[in-house]
């Protein structure tokens, strides 16, 4: 160690705090500067600790499963005459989506219609919040091998969640469909109108950009639209809901404060480029 | 410092060890609860938030084990670990770091309150500086509720964890004058 006289190291502890707060300031430069250099960062740390992280949240899970349990048992009773007077209404559905069924089956073997793929999907665990303070986003935890792309899009069991935005070797950065930079564009089925979907950070996402004429309306339902070859047409994404002020938001299906299994669909878009290209979409690899 | 009558035993390295424990623990004790921190539980910008009371606690009463660069790599882990703009974490932590050395020498002879009143003031205007600086950043002013929930659980968190780490602190201190 170098020996320093007791001055010269006196002086040296009075700098160090203003050095490191004009460091801070050059991190921050750097974070505009490198946006790739600082995701590899990120995501070599999340790599690192998702490990660790995917251990921690079983006693997490367990616990909330207790409680889920405990709050199911206390709702009983209301839960259950709910869950009849839906079953009465799903069996008069049931017979109608059966009806339609058929019809649909018989016209279209009058039209040799060619069906869409089956798109291939895998699930991956959300091991912990990728968020902070102002942002919605989850991370994953993938296998070593895993074939998660930037780009592919993240449903649970209900609906659309978000899309990737990062990806490491055993991790990725899922953004939430809530989040203040997410612009989801979507179709009211209703009208066939298309609108733009915007993250405000809150629960529930604004809708902007409708066309005159076909404003939302209340309990509209919301899927997402293939208008710049981001998204598959049709995912369900959620209903429109007017608030109290008169803004026009949407309830999303996803359960986003609960999520804990997510399903990665890889459709093979190539989909918009975002302002810095740092999510761009990876083409898929050729099999 | 020895007591009289008890020879001051040499330097071996279990003792070594045992300072070298102390002198790490405040550091690594913020990282592993910001680790912890991460994992989902529902409630955004936790991390943020438990990242302050332990800082300006050490800060204040155990200032050697918290120093500018200790308390500039918990920030980095704190921006890496939430993806928020980077050095938003570091400067907030190390001006909280800067007030909390300035105030020391007349806060720690107050009572538990006074200290976590002054906190809650820091907290407060370490949430305000965290929010503008998030909105210079990204170039856009982000919504104002995240920040005021993040100064709510900072401040709320204080008591609690301030009351476990002055446990600690009193029994390190023990066992320095004790040695």
Known sequence: MIRLS???????????????????????????????????????????????????????????????????????????????????????????????????????????????????????????????????????????????????????????????????????????????????????EGSRARAIMVGTNGSRPRLQHWPEGTPPRDGDRVVSSAEAGAFPAGLPVGTVRISEGGGVEVELFAQLDRLDVLRLFDFGLSGILPPEAVARPEPRARR | MARKGRPQPPMGTLRRLDAAARAAFPALGIALLLIAAVVPVGAPGLVAALALPPVFFWSVFRPAAMSPPVVFGLGLLQDLLTFAPLGVGVLTLLLVHGVALRMRLWLVRQGFTVVWLCFCAVAAVASAFGFVLTGLLDWHMPSRVPALLQAGLAAGAYPALGWTLGRIHMAMTRAEEGA
């Open chain 1, 6 to 188: 007791i001055p010269l190291r006196q002086a040296l502890a009075r700098l160090s705090l203003p050095v490191l707060i004009a460091a801070a300031f050059g991190i921050m430069l750097l974070g505009k500067a490198d946006a790739l250099l600082v995701e590899r960062a990120r995501m070599a740390l999340a790599d690192a600790l998702s490990p660790i992280w995917a251990v921690v949240q079983e006693p997490v899970q367990a616990v909330r499963g207790g409680l889920r349990e405990a709050e199911a048992l206390w709702n009983l009773r209301t839960e259950n005459a709910r869950l009849r007077e839906e079953n009465e209404r799903l069996h008069r559905w049931q017979a109608a989506a059966l009806a339609l069924e058929a019809e649909n089956a018989l016209l279209r073997r009058q039209l040799s219609w060619v069906p869409d793929p089956a798109p291939a999907f895998r699930t991956a665990r959300v091991v912990a919040d990728a968020g902070g303070t102002y942002a919605r986003a989850v991370l994953l935890g993938a296998g070593p091998n895993h074939a998660v792309r930037k780009g592919q899009v993240a449903l649970d069991e209900r609906g659309f969640v978000g899309r990737v935005t990062e990806v490491g070797n055993r991790s990725a950065r899922v953004l939430l469909a809530t989040d203040m930079n997410s612009r989801i564009p979507v179709v009211l």
